[in-house]
């Protein structure tokens, strides 16, 4: 501090000279005892004089410590540089490095891939070959397999055609016994016969005629005379008329289903050539060997039927309502089995009036030869007009209680009124509709009244 204050050098003093002094005092003293000249005056002057110097020597410590920061701060910019560079050359190297290791990698990996790309053709090779050793396998199957199904197939065939023809054969035994049965049965039914069967409108006017065949029986009275029975199949029909048909009576209903087993009814009405042939006797009013026998009771026709019955050997008898008014039908349901009306061109009956729409015409006042007009479906004739027909049941007023299964009702009758169908040459036209009836005495008399036959199959 002397040195500072004096620029010179300083002096060692006797510190027991300065007892009462402050100790930097003291040695400010002990080192200006040698000059006193430039010993400060007090201790504020010390203080200023050492601001002072601790100013310049601040100043200078600083400009120095600046000038050593700057030094230190360029140096160490100088090492950072140097590390920077360092560093950039490291990391260059390092990058270098691993991009030779990437590289490196890469071509290991290429290697690799290279490998397993070589390995994978030789299994892709191998599998190859392997596949096409299992398509020959497999084509040695197939062509094994289609052998066996070709053999199998062929064994089949002929398994087929001797199947085939033991069908073949068995089908046609069975067709031969069919047709041997049938042509029974068609004996049993009889021949075939052909004929024609006319519809009208509502005027009466014929609007279709179409050929029918039906299945007929003859039956040989001798003396040339014959009787023929047609087959009717069975079937259901609704018996009685709808409350609707015009001129409907009560004692046509209720409706009711009727069905009806195969049996033979005459073709034509009881001629009288017929009845002279059983009976020996002609009873008729108009005579004619091919008009209707009239004029017989229901007690003389069941008399007929009997003796007829006899002398053929076959059971001939008087069909039951439900068989007559099935036959009249033959599959219709309107008042006629022609259509909704008749005409005098169609049926014998009293011309001189119409039904419904249709037309008068003549009256011919007398019977007809029987077949003189067309035939129903089933090829039967005069089922309407010409002579009233007896039937075997008894009488009854209307259809409640009546059997359903086409036999004849006698129950709740007493005999004494027999069923008449058909109406007669004398009669109007609503009276010979499919469904009209009425009852006569048993011993009932008239040149209305004949007959039709029946017999079972």
Sequence with gaps: MYRLLTNEKPIEVEPESLEHAPGWFKLLYSCTRANPAKRPDSAQALVSRLTEIAAASHAKHQAEAEQQRQTEIAKRQAEAEQLVKQQAAAEQQRQAALAKQKASEELRAIAAQKHQLELATQKAREELKAIEELKAIAAQKREAELATQKAREEFEAVAAQKREAQQQAQAEQQRQAALAKQQAQAEQKGQLFEFDVVTVNAKGEITDTKRHQARCQTEDLGNGIT???????????????????????????????????????????????????????????????????EKVSWDKVVAFCERLSEKTGNDYRLPSEAQWEYACRAGTSTPFYFGDTITPDLANYDGNYSYASGPKGVYRQQTTDVGSFPPNVFGLYDMHGNVWEWCADGWHDSYKGAPTDGSVWEAGSDGSLRALRGGAWYGRPRDVRSALRTGGSHDFRNYLVGLRLARLF
Excluded: C
């Design 227 to 293: 009787l023929e029975m047609v087959y009717l199949p069975g079937g259901s029909f609704l018996m009685g008329s709808p409350d609707s048909e015009e001129d409907r009576n009560s004692d046509e209903g209720p409706q009711h289903r009727v069905t009806v087993q195969p049996f033979f009814i005459g073709k034509y009405p009881v001629t009288q050539a017929q009845w002279q042939a059983v009976m020996g006797d002609n009873p008729s009013r108009f005579k004619g060997e091919n008009r209707p026998v």
